[in-house]
């Protein structure tokens, strides 16, 4: 099994800054991909973007060039950089790693952006 744990939420003004980190522990090496995804209250959840286990990321439309994703393999945690956040990037944030074994979810962390 794979365990995440998601930390680095928050309450932010509009055009700041955050850093989600995702701790992984477990079988990592069976991991794939590890995804960021949201969901704001009554929306579905979305994919905000992720990384490969060879380094290649991809991200949805609504936050490219805004947010940054990156991993530290000795520590096993992935990144998920947030600048010039904009109120309806509002939402819970959740970590997935897509792995051989299976799909895990971190916990979620809130990200609270005030206008």
């Known amino acids: 099994q794979v365990q995440l744990v998601e930390s680095g939420g928050g309450l932010v003004q509009a055009g700041g800054s955050l850093r989600l980190s995702c701790a992984a522990s477990?079988?990592?090496?069976?991991?794939?991909?590890m995804g960021w995804y949201r969901q704001a209250p009554g929306k579905k959840r979305e994919l905000v973007g992720f990384?490969?286990?060879?380094?290649?990321?991809n991200y949805a439309d609504s936050v490219k060039g805004r947010f940054t994703i990156s991993r530290d393999n000795a520590k096993n945690t992935v990144y998920l950089q947030m600048n010039s956040l904009k109120p309806e990037d509002t939402a819970v944030y959740y970590c997935?790693?897509?792995?051989?074994?299976?799909?895990?979810w971190g916990q979620g962390t809130q990200v609270t952006v005030s206008s």
């Open positions: 997935n790693a897509d792995s051989a074994i299976g799909d895990y």
């Open positions: 477990g079988s990592i090496f069976s991991i794939n991909a």
């Open positions: 990384i490969t286990s060879g380094g290649s990321t």
